[in-house]
């Protein structure tokens, strides 16, 4: 029965099956080579996402350079580059813990949390951060920060001196060493160095290397690394594909150049090297060839690395806003004259342009109107941009605003320094006598400011000899001025009783008469401005090398930095000194 039902195909039908199996065979393979194709592009895509993501972010960098001309001098360059922060590494180097000149830890404590910034912001983008406090290894054998870095493979390209201190590479030989560091750099005021060294050795350590770790202010994550090994460093370094180095830290002079993981093994041996030049010190004491502040110096320390070691950047690439600076690293200086007795409209600026801008200073003077010897044209915006001002006036009324500019200088704790008629700058003679509209006196400028007590003056005609004040003798502002050779023309003004927040330096005498002090610095309660005041001014007074002495001296303290040095008289063999590295 069934046979009859089902009847045999023919030729065509089988044919036409045939076909259709086939075209569904292809249509299956079509489906399986569409899939695999699929699937080897999707492959593809994440390899390349994985790829990008395990590349981490990109890090523009702005790199400052100085490129020799044809003449001989050289131009600031700046370049812009793109680097990947997974072939990035800080290096951190030797941010002790403490040091034996007792300014340079006062300068790493003051730039430290900005440079913790850095590396937790660099961290965070995938840069390797190294912590390299020299010869403090022992507080971290247990870390793995440590272990990171003992426990790199041996680079195959291993520079034979890698481990060794770097003095001088090839290109330096080319320019002259900028400064003259053969004494340590030192800066600090001999009486707070002594007082350190005693508080070192009560605390059981070295006063002259008392560094056990690095500064605490510089937080150590466990996915860092932790060197002080050339070696281990560029092992470290070749394992993890770095090509990248920003080298931060202390003392760029020094360690920051020569260390065997410093800028000129870097830079010799390769590898894209920078120096973050606003988060450097130097050890420089301004006592030395070239006799600038000590700011000053490590800009002429950073000028020779960009000449001939490597570029700079800043922490602005890392963490916007402004260059890190430090807060004595004040250099603007504002003069305001208004007197008609002793010629400082020609005596301060001749001193300006010879024993304050050739050690750094930028200095502005702003003088009276000659047709209203009351008002100081531009006062108000000139006091606003400046670090210090120094005031030549005598009894002058001027508009409020202006004298308010004064006020708000002193009120913001910012330095001052009087001469001569400032203590007399804004106080009348008639006090019941109206001023003009708009007009301001400030008669208590001399007690509450100088800490002086003016109350006129000798005869002129007497020479003033000058002695230093008792408990003086190892006071800054001394410090190099031949009191002996300080004798003045001048008359001698009446002060006392000063201040009891002034301290005496100079004093002056005259035949017949009390002794009145001459100079003196002045510290009124916290958050008010440091003064420094002598009431010496006579044109003859500048005349004198060691009343110009005396005068930067003072300058240098009220700003809170080492006075810069005088050279040696020059004798037929004598020359700057060349730099030991």
């Excluded at 890090?59 to 990035?88: C, F, I, P």
């Excluded at 002079?253 to 993981?261: I, S």
Aim: include cysteine; hydrophobic fraction near 40%.
């Amino acid at each position: 029965m069934l046979s009859r039902m089902v009847k045999p195909m023919s030729k065509e039908a089988i044919d036409m099956s045939s076909m259709r199996q086939q075209f569904q065979s292809l249509r299956l393979v079509r489906k399986i080579v569409w899939a695999a194709a699929c699937c080897a592009m999707l492959t593809i895509v994440f390899d390349l996402v994985g790829a990008e993501s395990s590349r981490g972010d990109l890090l523009t960098v702005h790199k400052r350079l100085r490129e020799e001309m044809a003449n001989g001098s050289y131009a600031v360059r700046e370049k812009t580059e793109q680097w990947e922060a997974s072939e990035t590494v800080v290096i951190v180097c030797d941010m002790w813990d403490a040091h034996h000149c007792l300014n340079a830890v006062r300068r790493a404590q003051e730039m430290a949390p900005r440079m913790n910034q850095v590396l937790e912001s660099a961290r965070n983008r995938g840069v390797l951060i190294l912590h390299a406090p020299s010869s403090c290894m022992e507080p971290y054998k247990d870390h793995p920060a440590r272990r990171r870095a003992q426990e790199a493979p041996p680079a195959r390209n291993l520079p034979k001196d890698i481990g060794e201190w770097c003095r001088l590479i090839p290109s330096e030989e080319k320019g002259k060493y900028p400064i003259d560091q053969s004494d340590g750099g030192e800066d600090d005021d001999p009486v707070e160095h002594e007082q350190w060294h005693q508080r070192l050795a009560g605390m059981g350590r070295n006063p002259q290397s008392p560094w056990k770790a690095e500064i605490d202010l510089l937080k150590i994550q466990d996915k860092d690394a932790i060197s002080d090994s050339g070696v281990e460093v560029w092992n470290l370094l070749e394992h993890q594909r770095i090509k990248n180095v920003i080298l931060m830290g202390v003392h760029a002079n020094m360690c920051v150049l020569g260390r065997p993981f410093g800028l000129r093994q870097m830079a010799k041996n390769g590898k894209n090297v920078v120096l973050m030049r606003d988060l450097t010190d130097t050890m420089y004491n301004p006592e030395r060839w070239p006799y600038v502040t000590h700011f000053v110096g490590t800009e002429r320390i950073v000028e020779h690395i960009e000449k001939f070691v490597c570029p700079t950047i800043t922490s602005v690439d890392l963490l916007g806003g402004d260059p890190f600076r430090f807060k004595n690293d004040r250099q603007s200086i504002l003069m305001v004259i208004g007197e008609d007795e002793y010629q400082t409209e020609l005596t301060l600026p001749a001193f300006a342009r010879q024993q304050l801008e050739p050690h750094g200073f930028r200095v502005r003077w702003v003088q009276a109107d000659p047709a209203d010897k009351n008002s100081f044209p531009g006062l108000a915006q000139a006091v606003a941009g400046s670090d210090l001002v120094l005031v030549s006036v005598r009894r002058r009324t001027p508009p409020r605003e202006q004298l308010d500019a004064i006020r708000a200088h002193v009120a913001a704790g910012k330095p001052l320094v009087g001469i001569r008629t400032a203590s007399h700058a804004f106080a009348v003679r008639d006090r019941s006598a109206p001023l003009a509209k708009g007009a301001a006196t400030w008669p208590e400028f001399d007690p509450e400011v100088l800490g002086g007590h003016y109350t006129g003056h000798h005869d002129v005609g007497p020479e003033v000899a000058m002695t230093v004040a008792p408990g003086a003798e190892r006071r800054p502002i001394l410090r190099g001025v031949d009191v002996t050779r300080l004798v003045s023309k001048g008359s001698l003004y009446r002060v006392t009783p000063l201040a009891g927040s002034t301290t005496p330096l100079v004093i002056g005498s005259i035949p017949g008469q009390s002794p009145e002090p001459v100079a003196w610095t002045n510290t009124p309660r916290a958050g008010q401005s440091p003064v420094f005041y002598t009431s010496l001014g006579h044109p003859d007074d500048f005349q004198n090398p060691a009343f110009r002495k005396l005068l930067l001296n003072g300058i240098c303290w009220a700003l809170g930095i080492a006075a810069p040095g005088s050279p040696p008289e020059p004798t037929p063999a004598s020359g700057p000194l060349r730099n030991s590295r």
